[in-house]
């Protein structure tokens, strides 16, 4: 087999690993951007969001949530959300940390540029990946409770538009990457 015959084909068999563990997929938006502004260690912001589980488990949940948003000086943000999802199966809480990532060579501006009244956010996804955990009283969510999560996904800060699938950080890390190798299994 070819070189690029095994990658396609290990892109081909990584997608359906990923899609068999995929536990949801929500679609949403960042309903409130607020700059708190400029910390030692970066832009601090307050965001706020909500969305719909519209594949997977609870379907139909509406998840909302705040983030407290860092922006480092290296354009990286640092996700630290906190979420409810209400469910005609009951509620559950998540605690969500990660990093937004912009695209390969997006110039990262002087973080004193978002203090500007004036500043549009770039339309462009930032690409999201984060770990969650959830909490449930409800039974119905026993998976998740004892589950770690993980959350890929991308945001578009001037549309605000935000995309999450959840996967079972487990199933990940034995599915094959898109370089064609296999992470090692724990």
């Known amino acids: 087999m070819s070189v690029d015959t095994h990658a396609r084909t290990a892109g081909a068999q990584h997608a359906q690993d990923a899609h068999r563990t995929r536990l949801f997929?929500?679609?949403?938006?960042?309903?409130?951007?607020?700059?708190?502004?400029?910390?030692?260690?970066?832009?601090?912001?307050?965001?706020?969001f909500e969305g719909r589980i519209v594949d997977g488990e609870p379907?139909?949940?509406?998840?909302?949530?705040?983030?407290?948003?860092?922006?480092?000086?290296?354009?990286?943000?640092?996700?630290?959300a906190?979420?409810?999802v209400v469910s005609d199966a009951g509620s559950l809480t998540a605690t969500v940390l990660g990093y937004a990532?912009?695209?390969?060579?997006?110039?990262?501006?002087p973080l004193e540029v978002f203090l500007d009244p004036d500043f549009a956010w770039p339309d462009v996804p930032f690409a999201l990946e984060c770990g969650?955990?959830?909490?449930?009283?409800?039974?119905a969510f026993d998976e998740l409770g004892r589950t770690a999560?993980?959350?890929?996904?991308?945001?578009?800060?001037?549309t605000r538009?935000?995309?999450?699938?959840?996967?079972?950080?487990?199933?990940?890390?034995?599915?094959?990457?898109?370089?064609?190798?296999?992470?090692p299994a724990r």
């Open 101 to 109: 990532h912009p695209p390969a060579g997006m110039p990262v501006p």
């Open 25 to 48: 997929r929500m679609e949403g938006r960042l309903t409130e951007l607020v700059v708190v502004g400029l910390a030692d260690e970066g832009l601090r912001m307050h965001n706020s």
């Open 161 to 183: 538009e935000l995309v999450i699938e959840g996967y079972r950080g487990s199933a990940l890390a034995r599915s094959p990457r898109p370089d064609g190798e296999t992470a």
């Open 132 to 139: 969650a955990v959830y909490r449930a009283a409800n039974t």
């Open 59 to 80: 379907t139909g949940g509406r998840v909302s949530g705040v983030d407290e948003f860092l922006i480092r000086p290296d354009g990286i943000g640092v996700v630290d």
């Open 82 to 84: 906190r979420e409810v």
């Open 149 to 158: 999560v993980v959350h890929l996904g991308q945001v578009n800060m001037a």
